[in-house]
T-cell receptor, first 112, second 114 residues
Framework: GENVEQHPSTLSVQEGDSAVIKCTYS??????FPWYKQELGKRPQLIID?????GEKKDQRIAVTLNKTAKHFSLHITETQPEDSAVYFC???????????FGAGTILRVKS | EAQVTQNPRYLITVTGKKLTVTCSQN?????MSWYRQDPGLGLRQIYY???????DKGDVPEGYKVSRKEKRNFPLILESPSPNQTSLYFC?????????????FGPGTRLTVT
């Protein structure tokens, strides 16, 4: 079946540095790519998303880039802060756009 | 307050004993979905529903059933739970015109099957 690979599985950065998480997907029909943040013991929350007709999207310190030709997309967090520490999941739509396939997650630790 | 609720939040049960996890949303959303979360595997979709009486399989439907008799409720049924269904379960909902774009997740149900 369709899958999404996410790297790295863990990422430690110093406060103020940038963090980059990368995902690749297999379904060429995928057209929606959300990113979720999950703090310890909490539910996943959407932080940013991108659709296939856009190459990049930014929201303050967070940005997502999409390369449809290579079938990969990335999350960029600049000026990281301790409260950015969490698990981050990427996902891609499959089928008729009614289903999501998630990556395995990246544990981000921001050291102060 | 707009929300998705799940009950119970924690459940320990034994193999073979039927159970139901309820999910309810108060946002009049058409689309609802169930996911399970396991370490190293991310979230995997179990079933989803586009509207009342319309349900479809996700990636890991085996061993689960769902029903959608009312718009606000989408229960997850385990007819004969097995230890490999021990997991953290999330329900989610979103408007039909944006079925994946704005998913609101419930607080999660941690299920242990012994």
């Amino acid at each position: 079946g369709e899958n999404v690979e996410q790297h790295p599985s863990t990422l430690s950065v110093q406060e103020g540095d940038s963090a980059v998480i990368k995902c690749t997907y297999s379904d060429s029909a995928s057209n929606y790519f959300p990113w979720y943040k999950q703090e310890l013991g909490k539910r996943p929350q959407l932080i940013i998303d991108i659709r296939s007709n856009v190459g990049e999207k930014k929201d303050q310190r967070i940005a997502v880039t999409l390369n449809k030709t290579a079938k990969h997309f990335s999350l960029h967090i600049t000026e990281t802060q301790p409260e950015d520490s969490a698990v981050y999941f990427c996902a891609a739509s499959i089928g008729y756009g009614n289903k999501l396939v998630f990556g395995a997650g990246t544990i981000l630790r921001v050291k102060s | 307050e707009a929300q998705v609720t799940q009950n119970p939040r924690y459940l320990i049960t034994v193999t073979g004993k039927k159970l139901t996890v309820t999910c309810s949303q108060n946002m009049n959303h058409e689309y609802m979905s169930w996911y399970r979360q396991d370490p190293g595997l991310g979230l995997r979709q179990i079933y989803y529903s586009m509207n009342v009486e319309v349900t479809d399989k996700g990636d890991v439907p085996e061993g689960y059933k769902v029903s959608r008799k009312e718009k606000r409720n989408f229960p997850l049924i385990l007819e004969s739970p097995s230890p490999n269904q021990t997991s953290l379960y999330f329900c989610a909902s979103s408007p039909r015109d944006r079925p994946l774009y704005e998913q609101y997740f419930g607080p999660g149900t941690r299920l242990t099957v012994t």
